[in-house]
């Protein structure tokens, strides 16, 4: 009887080990679904963080060139469309002045010739530049409403066509020249 209560013993054991390997199993079966939760709650996570680093970038505007704010339209906390009009850029450098010369003027100008730009805002402090381009065509072609002589009006208008006056980088920070200042410009036709 000892022999069958041993084996009775042993059976019990195995049935035990059998339950606990069971109940083990099944432990590890909720710790692997509680791992691949955790898993896709990390991932999701780092998704949020992404997305949030995204949003943050949407929040700040640069600009690709160095200049000044001209005209700003939108404030701080405003929403905005994509391709909404914010701001106007004025460029610190590689200014320009477009001069409007009339027609008889052109005859000798070409482009690289020495110019010379006396601006109203500072007229002792004379800016070195040279001429870029002439303009295709006088301003008033491109104008709204384009001036038509009428039939039998016989009076000769003289026609101004821009040229493009570039101002050269030594004389940037002379005059703090700005957008709509009104200006005189000479051009040595002789050079170049």
Same mark, same amino acid.
């Not at 943050?56 to 906390?77: H, K, M, Y």
């Not at 002045?97 to 109203?120: H, W």
């Not at 009076?155 to 980088?169: C, S």
């Given at each position: 009887q000892k022999s069958g209560g041993a084996d009775g013993q042993a059976q019990a054991s195995v049935a035990a080990a059998r339950a606990a390997l069971a109940a083990s199993r099944q432990q590890l079966d909720v710790l692997n679904t509680q791992i691949s939760?955790?898993?896709?709650?990390?991932?999701?996570?780092?998704?949020? $963080?992404?997305?949030?680093?995204?949003?943050? !970038?949407?929040?700040?505007?640069?600009?690709?060139?160095? #200049?000044?704010? !001209?005209?700003? $339209?939108? =404030?701080? !906390?405003t929403y905005v469309s994509p391709g909404s009009y914010l701001l106007t850029i004025v460029p610190a450098s590689g200014l320009w002045v477009d001069a409007n010369f009339k027609e008889d003027q052109l005859r000798a100008m070409a482009d690289g010739q020495a110019a010379t730009v006396?601006?109203? %805002?500072? +007229?002792? =402090?004379?800016?070195?530049?040279?001429?870029?381009?002439?303009?295709?065509?006088?301003?008033? %072609?491109?104008?709204?409403? +384009? +001036? =038509?002589n009428a039939t039998g009006n016989f009076t000769k208008i003289v026609q101004r066509v821009p040229v493009r006056i570039a101002i050269d980088a030594d004389q940037a920070g002379k005059v703090a020249l700005r957008? #709509?200042?009104?200006?005189?410009v000479t051009v040595d036709t002789g050079s170049h």
């Amino acid at each position: 009887q000892k022999s069958g209560g041993a084996d009775g013993q042993a059976q019990a054991s195995v049935a035990a080990a059998r339950a606990a390997l069971a109940a083990s199993r099944q432990q590890l079966d909720v710790l692997n679904t509680q791992i691949s939760e955790a898993t896709a709650e990390v991932a999701a996570a780092k998704a949020d $963080l992404d997305t949030a680093r995204l949003d943050l !970038g949407f929040t700040e505007i640069r600009s690709p060139i160095d #200049g000044i704010v !001209g005209n700003r $339209l939108a =404030q701080v !906390g405003t929403y905005v469309s994509p391709g909404s009009y914010l701001l106007t850029i004025v460029p610190a450098s590689g200014l320009w002045v477009d001069a409007n010369f009339k027609e008889d003027q052109l005859r000798a100008m070409a482009d690289g010739q020495a110019a010379t730009v006396y601006a109203d %805002i500072a +007229p002792d =402090q004379p800016l070195k530049g040279h001429v870029t381009s002439l303009g295709p065509a006088t301003g008033a %072609i491109f104008s709204v409403i +384009p +001036p =038509q002589n009428a039939t039998g009006n016989f009076t000769k208008i003289v026609q101004r066509v821009p040229v493009r006056i570039a101002i050269d980088a030594d004389q940037a920070g002379k005059v703090a020249l700005r957008p #709509g200042l009104s200006t005189v410009v000479t051009v040595d036709t002789g050079s170049h």
